[in-house]
């Protein structure tokens, strides 16, 4: 399976000024100058229509991921609860 093809913001705001100020028309003419499909077109209009230019930018891959760096925080957390389990561990190991 390919990449999606993906396009910067500046490309989507042009598109969705040239939407929106009606001068190519709908949005078949307008997809068919920038060379995307129409619905495209739509979704990039909504998107501005609903958060301006920030709906515009690339979302992908940003949901879900954690950060590649833990925070001192959560590394402390990590690092107590293993020494937690190792203190079970022994203590196991000293009443057999």
Partial sequence: MGRKQTYSVEVKLRAVEFYLSGEMGGYRR???KFNVD???IVRWVRAYKQEGIDGLKEKRGLVGRKPKNPSDQEKIKRLEAEVAYLKKLL???KER
């Fill in 91 to 93: 203590e196991a190991g």
């Fill in 30 to 32: 307008v997809a068919e």
């Fill in 38 to 40: 129409a619905s495209q």
